[in-house]
Protein backbone atom coordinates (compact mmCIF):
# COMPACT_ATOMS: atom_id res chain seq x y z
CA UNK A 1 0.00 0.00 0.00
CA UNK A 2 0.92 3.27 -0.35
CA UNK A 3 -0.36 5.21 2.50
CA UNK A 4 0.55 9.03 3.62
CA UNK A 5 3.36 10.24 6.11
CA UNK A 6 5.70 12.94 7.30
CA UNK A 7 8.91 14.25 6.37
CA UNK A 8 11.67 17.20 7.17
CA UNK A 9 10.32 17.60 10.90
CA UNK A 10 6.87 17.89 9.39
CA UNK A 11 7.74 21.19 6.99
CA UNK A 12 6.77 18.76 4.08
CA UNK A 13 3.86 16.59 4.07
CA UNK A 14 4.65 13.64 1.89
CA UNK A 15 3.37 10.70 0.41
CA UNK A 16 5.76 7.44 1.46
CA UNK A 17 9.40 8.11 2.93
CA UNK A 18 10.80 5.58 -0.42
CA UNK A 19 9.27 8.35 -2.67
CA UNK A 20 11.36 11.01 -1.07
CA UNK A 21 14.05 8.73 -0.74
CA UNK A 22 13.90 9.00 -4.59
CA UNK A 23 13.43 12.60 -5.28
CA UNK A 24 16.17 13.27 -2.99
CA UNK A 25 18.36 10.63 -5.53
CA UNK A 26 17.93 13.46 -8.33
CA UNK A 27 21.00 14.40 -9.75
CA UNK A 28 20.19 18.10 -9.34
CA UNK A 29 20.10 17.50 -5.57
CA UNK A 30 22.62 14.77 -4.93
CA UNK A 31 25.16 16.68 -3.36
CA UNK A 32 22.97 17.93 -0.42
CA UNK A 33 22.73 15.77 2.62
CA UNK A 34 19.82 15.13 4.19
CA UNK A 35 20.40 17.53 7.30
CA UNK A 36 20.51 19.99 4.61
CA UNK A 37 17.74 19.34 3.09
CA UNK A 38 15.17 19.44 5.93
CA UNK A 39 16.69 22.61 6.76
CA UNK A 40 16.05 23.48 3.43
CA UNK A 41 12.35 22.44 3.22
CA UNK A 42 11.82 22.97 7.23
CA UNK A 43 13.12 27.04 6.42
CA UNK A 44 10.45 27.33 2.64
CA UNK A 45 7.46 26.17 4.57
CA UNK A 46 7.98 27.91 7.92
CA UNK A 47 7.12 30.96 5.23
CA UNK A 48 3.84 29.33 4.55
CA UNK A 49 3.10 28.68 8.14
CA UNK A 50 3.58 32.46 8.96
CA UNK A 51 1.09 33.41 5.66
CA UNK A 52 3.74 32.88 2.91
CA UNK A 53 3.53 36.81 1.73
CA UNK A 54 3.72 37.38 -2.39
CA UNK A 55 6.09 39.63 -2.16
CA UNK A 56 9.55 39.35 -1.12
CA UNK A 57 10.00 42.83 0.10
CA UNK A 58 7.36 41.55 2.61
CA UNK A 59 9.68 38.91 3.91
CA UNK A 60 12.61 40.28 5.63
CA UNK A 61 13.48 37.33 6.98
CA UNK A 62 14.06 35.57 3.52
CA UNK A 63 17.35 36.75 3.40
CA UNK A 64 18.74 34.92 6.23
CA UNK A 65 17.02 31.12 5.14
CA UNK A 66 19.68 28.94 3.71
CA UNK A 67 20.24 28.97 0.23
CA UNK A 68 22.26 26.56 -2.68
CA UNK A 69 25.95 27.82 -2.69
CA UNK A 70 29.28 27.26 -4.06
CA UNK A 71 30.11 24.63 -1.47
CA UNK A 72 27.58 22.18 -2.90
CA UNK A 73 27.70 22.74 -6.95
CA UNK A 74 30.78 22.89 -9.26
CA UNK A 75 30.33 26.26 -11.19
CA UNK A 76 32.23 23.74 -14.42
CA UNK A 77 28.64 22.64 -14.25
CA UNK A 78 26.74 25.34 -13.18
CA UNK A 79 26.08 28.53 -13.75
CA UNK A 80 25.15 30.70 -11.06
CA UNK A 81 23.18 33.88 -12.76
CA UNK A 82 22.66 35.43 -8.98
CA UNK A 83 22.69 34.58 -5.18
CA UNK A 84 20.78 30.80 -4.89
CA UNK A 85 20.09 30.17 -8.64
CA UNK A 86 22.30 27.58 -9.89
CA UNK A 87 21.30 26.20 -13.66
CA UNK A 88 23.28 23.15 -15.19
CA UNK A 89 25.32 24.51 -18.33
CA UNK A 90 23.85 22.17 -20.03
CA UNK A 91 20.26 23.02 -19.34
CA UNK A 92 18.28 25.44 -21.49
CA UNK A 93 16.28 28.51 -19.81
CA UNK A 94 14.65 30.95 -22.53
CA UNK A 95 15.06 34.85 -21.97
CA UNK A 96 11.38 35.51 -20.82
CA UNK A 97 11.75 33.17 -18.22
CA UNK A 98 11.74 34.58 -14.46
CA UNK A 99 14.13 31.89 -12.23
CA UNK A 100 13.63 33.04 -8.36
CA UNK A 101 15.98 32.27 -5.73
CA UNK A 102 16.35 29.85 -4.34
CA UNK A 103 16.19 27.14 -7.42
CA UNK A 104 18.64 25.25 -8.67
CA UNK A 105 18.09 23.45 -12.01
CA UNK A 106 19.28 20.49 -13.38
CA UNK A 107 21.36 19.44 -16.32
CA UNK A 108 19.14 19.12 -19.70
CA UNK A 109 16.57 20.61 -18.61
CA UNK A 110 14.06 22.78 -20.94
CA UNK A 111 12.31 25.83 -19.06
CA UNK A 112 10.07 27.93 -21.47
CA UNK A 113 8.97 31.10 -22.70
CA UNK A 114 7.28 33.00 -19.52
CA UNK A 115 7.72 30.62 -17.38
CA UNK A 116 7.58 31.58 -13.66
CA UNK A 117 9.33 29.92 -10.78
CA UNK A 118 9.03 31.48 -7.94
CA UNK A 119 11.48 30.09 -5.77
CA UNK A 120 11.95 27.13 -3.43
CA UNK A 121 12.47 25.06 -6.31
CA UNK A 122 14.41 22.16 -6.79
CA UNK A 123 13.95 21.18 -10.69
CA UNK A 124 15.72 17.50 -11.59
CA UNK A 125 17.48 16.56 -14.70
CA UNK A 126 15.64 16.45 -18.61
CA UNK A 127 12.42 17.87 -17.06
CA UNK A 128 9.88 20.13 -19.29
CA UNK A 129 8.95 23.55 -17.64
CA UNK A 130 6.57 24.81 -20.32
CA UNK A 131 5.48 27.75 -21.39
CA UNK A 132 3.69 29.81 -18.90
CA UNK A 133 4.50 27.20 -16.17
CA UNK A 134 4.56 28.72 -12.78
CA UNK A 135 6.40 26.55 -10.09
CA UNK A 136 6.41 27.85 -5.71
CA UNK A 137 7.69 25.61 -3.20
CA UNK A 138 8.05 22.68 -4.94
CA UNK A 139 10.55 19.49 -5.72
CA UNK A 140 10.61 18.15 -9.39
CA UNK A 141 11.81 15.07 -9.90
CA UNK A 142 13.85 13.96 -12.79
CA UNK A 143 11.97 13.62 -16.16
CA UNK A 144 8.78 15.12 -15.12
CA UNK A 145 7.16 17.39 -17.55
CA UNK A 146 5.00 20.18 -16.69
CA UNK A 147 4.86 21.62 -20.28
CA UNK A 148 1.80 23.81 -20.61
CA UNK A 149 -0.07 26.52 -18.59
CA UNK A 150 0.83 24.42 -15.06
CA UNK A 151 0.54 25.60 -11.39
CA UNK A 152 2.85 23.49 -9.70
CA UNK A 153 2.66 24.73 -5.46
CA UNK A 154 3.99 23.69 -2.09
CA UNK A 155 4.21 20.43 -4.18
CA UNK A 156 5.96 17.09 -5.04
CA UNK A 157 6.40 15.79 -8.31
CA UNK A 158 7.96 12.12 -8.68
CA UNK A 159 9.95 10.40 -11.54
CA UNK A 160 8.87 10.86 -14.77
CA UNK A 161 5.02 12.01 -13.61
CA UNK A 162 3.47 14.53 -15.92
CA UNK A 163 1.23 17.26 -15.95
CA UNK A 164 -1.39 17.61 -19.07
CA UNK A 165 -2.21 21.34 -20.19
CA UNK A 166 -3.78 22.96 -17.77
CA UNK A 167 -4.12 20.82 -15.12
CA UNK A 168 -3.06 22.52 -11.35
CA UNK A 169 -2.41 22.08 -8.17
CA UNK A 170 -4.38 23.57 -5.72
CA UNK A 171 -2.57 24.62 -2.97
CA UNK A 172 -5.42 26.99 -0.56
CA UNK A 173 -8.54 25.55 0.35
CA UNK A 174 -11.60 27.78 -0.50
CA UNK A 175 -12.40 28.62 2.77
CA UNK A 176 -8.90 29.28 4.19
CA UNK A 177 -8.25 26.40 6.46
CA UNK A 178 -5.81 24.64 7.26
CA UNK A 179 -4.90 21.62 5.44
CA UNK A 180 -5.77 17.76 6.32
CA UNK A 181 -4.46 15.03 4.07
CA UNK A 182 -7.23 12.52 4.26
CA UNK A 183 -6.80 8.77 3.06
CA UNK A 184 -10.39 7.69 3.25
CA UNK A 185 -10.01 3.86 2.63
CA UNK A 186 -7.71 3.53 5.42
CA UNK A 187 -8.97 6.04 7.69
CA UNK A 188 -6.31 8.31 7.84
CA UNK A 189 -5.98 11.80 8.48
CA UNK A 190 -2.72 13.95 8.74
CA UNK A 191 -3.29 17.66 10.15
CA UNK A 192 -0.82 19.59 8.38
CA UNK A 193 -1.07 22.80 10.41
CA UNK A 194 -0.49 25.21 7.76
CA UNK A 195 -2.90 26.92 5.36
CA UNK A 196 -0.44 25.67 2.00
CA UNK A 197 -0.40 22.56 1.08
CA UNK A 198 -0.23 20.87 -3.00
CA UNK A 199 -0.03 17.95 -4.42
CA UNK A 200 2.66 14.85 -3.67
CA UNK A 201 2.50 12.54 -7.26
CA UNK A 202 4.39 9.14 -7.30
CA UNK A 203 6.88 8.07 -9.91
CA UNK A 204 5.01 7.45 -13.68
CA UNK A 205 2.07 9.60 -12.30
CA UNK A 206 -0.25 10.86 -15.34
CA UNK A 207 -2.37 14.17 -14.70
CA UNK A 208 -4.79 14.45 -17.28
CA UNK A 209 -5.49 17.81 -19.38
CA UNK A 210 -7.09 20.51 -17.25
CA UNK A 211 -7.36 18.34 -14.02
CA UNK A 212 -7.45 20.31 -10.46
CA UNK A 213 -5.93 18.61 -7.71
CA UNK A 214 -6.99 19.73 -4.63
CA UNK A 215 -4.91 20.94 -1.51
CA UNK A 216 -3.65 17.52 0.40
CA UNK A 217 -3.79 15.62 -2.72
CA UNK A 218 -1.68 12.52 -2.73
CA UNK A 219 -1.53 9.98 -6.35
CA UNK A 220 0.16 7.00 -5.95
CA UNK A 221 2.62 5.37 -8.36
CA UNK A 222 1.69 4.61 -11.92
CA UNK A 223 -1.46 5.70 -11.42
CA UNK A 224 -3.88 8.22 -13.69
CA UNK A 225 -5.98 10.83 -14.12
CA UNK A 226 -8.56 11.27 -16.50
CA UNK A 227 -8.83 14.53 -18.00
CA UNK A 228 -10.93 17.41 -16.35
CA UNK A 229 -10.93 15.60 -13.19
CA UNK A 230 -11.06 17.21 -9.60
CA UNK A 231 -9.01 15.07 -7.03
CA UNK A 232 -9.45 15.06 -3.20
CA UNK A 233 -7.57 12.72 -0.83
CA UNK A 234 -5.02 10.02 -1.56
CA UNK A 235 -5.24 8.04 -4.66
CA UNK A 236 -3.69 4.33 -4.30
CA UNK A 237 -0.58 3.14 -6.52
CA UNK A 238 -2.03 1.37 -10.35
CA UNK A 239 -5.24 3.21 -10.04
CA UNK A 240 -7.13 4.36 -12.64
CA UNK A 241 -9.11 7.74 -11.47
CA UNK A 242 -11.73 8.54 -13.55
CA UNK A 243 -13.51 10.83 -10.81
CA UNK A 244 -14.84 10.82 -7.30
CA UNK A 245 -16.22 7.23 -6.51
CA UNK A 246 -14.69 5.56 -9.74
CA UNK A 247 -11.39 4.66 -9.38
CA UNK A 248 -10.08 1.25 -11.00
CA UNK A 249 -6.97 -0.59 -10.26
CA UNK A 250 -5.01 -1.23 -13.14
CA UNK A 251 -4.64 -4.16 -15.04
CA UNK A 252 -1.39 -5.48 -16.50
CA UNK A 253 1.42 -3.22 -17.25
CA UNK A 254 -0.52 -0.29 -18.29
Not at 209 to 228: D, E, T
Given at each position: SW?VGQ?????????D???I??I?????VK???DS??????????EE??????AE????????????P?GD??SK??Y??PK???????E?S?M?S???G??C?IG??T?V??C?FV?G????G?N?????S???K??I?SD??Q??HY??V???ILG?R???G????????????????I??K???E??E????K??A??GDY?????N?VL?P????G????????S???????A??????E??????????
Amino acid sequence: SWGVGQYADQAMYVADRSIISGIMRSSAVKDYSDSDLETLLSSYMEESRSGDAAEPAAQPARAARPVPGGDFFSKDEYDNPKEGVWIHKEASVMPSAYIGSPCIIGKGTEVRHCAFVRGSALIGENCVVGNSVELKNVIISDNVQVPHYNYVGDSILGYRSHMGAGSITSNVKSDKTLVVIKDKENGEEIETGIKKVGAFLGDYVEVGCNSVLCPGSVIGPHSNIYPLSRVRGVVKANSIFKKEGDIVEKKGNI
